[in-house]
C-alpha cells in the first residue's frame, strides 16, 4: 500500500515533531558524554533515520508514504535547527554543548569531574592514549561537546 490517509500522516507529523523536541531536550539532560562522540544532531538524525526506515520496511502498517514523511520531517527540523541556531545566539547555546575543563595544570578539577560524570581514570588513560606517562607534562584535559577528551601538554 503507498498511502493510508491524511490523518496518518498528522499524526506522524505531530509524534515526530515531539519525539524530536524530547530528543533534544533528553540529550541535553544526560549531557555530551551520552553521544558517544557524535555531535547531538549527527546522533538523533543518524538514530531517526535508521528506526524510520526499519519502521516502514518492517510494519506494515507504516506506508511507504508515512515513512517518506517521516523522514522529511526529521530531515526539515535539523535544518531549521541548524539554520537557527546559527542566527540565534540563545538557541545556539541552549542546543550545543560547552567544552569542559577537566585537569589544569597538575589538578583534577573535582566539581567540573564530578558534573561531566568522568572519571580520574578516563582522564589517565587519555593522556597516555595522546603518547605521555607522566601528568606533569599534562597542562590540560579538556571535555570537548562531542565527548572525546583533548590533551593539551605544556
Given at each position: ?34 553521544l ?7 546522533f ?15 510494519n506494515?502498517?507504516v ?6 514523511v ?20 540563545f ?62 601538554k605544556?
Open positions: 500500500m503507498l498511502f493510508s490517509d491524511y490523518n496518518t500522516l498528522l499524526n506522524i507529523l505531530i509524534k515526530g515533531v515531539c519525539v524530536y523536541i524530547f530528543i533534544i531536550l533528553a540529550l541535553k539532560i544526560f549531557g555530551k558524554r551520552s558517544a562522540k557524535l555531535n547531538a544532531f549527527d538523533i538524525v543518524t538514530i531517526a533515520l535508521g528506526s524510520i526506515l526499519a519502521s516502514t520496511l518492517t506494515s502498517k506506508t511507504v508514504s508515512d515513512g517518506f517521516s523522514i522529511l520531517i526529521v530531515l526539515f527540523l535539523q535544518y531549521l535547527v541548524s539554520n537557527f541556531a546559527v542566527k540565534i545566539p538557541l545556539n547555546k541552549f542546543i550545543k554543548s560547552e567544552p569542559a575543563l577537566l585537569y589544569y595544570e597538575d589538578k583534577f578539577l573535582t566539581k567540573a569531574l564530578e558534573k561531566e560524570r568522568v572519571q580520574k581514570e578516563e582522564i589517565m588513560q587519555a593522556v597516555r592514549e595522546s603518547g605521555e606517562d607522566d601528568m606533569s607534562q599534562i597542562k590540560q584535559v579538556i571535555l570537548e561537546t562531542n565527548g572525546s577528551l583533548s590533551v593539551i605544556k
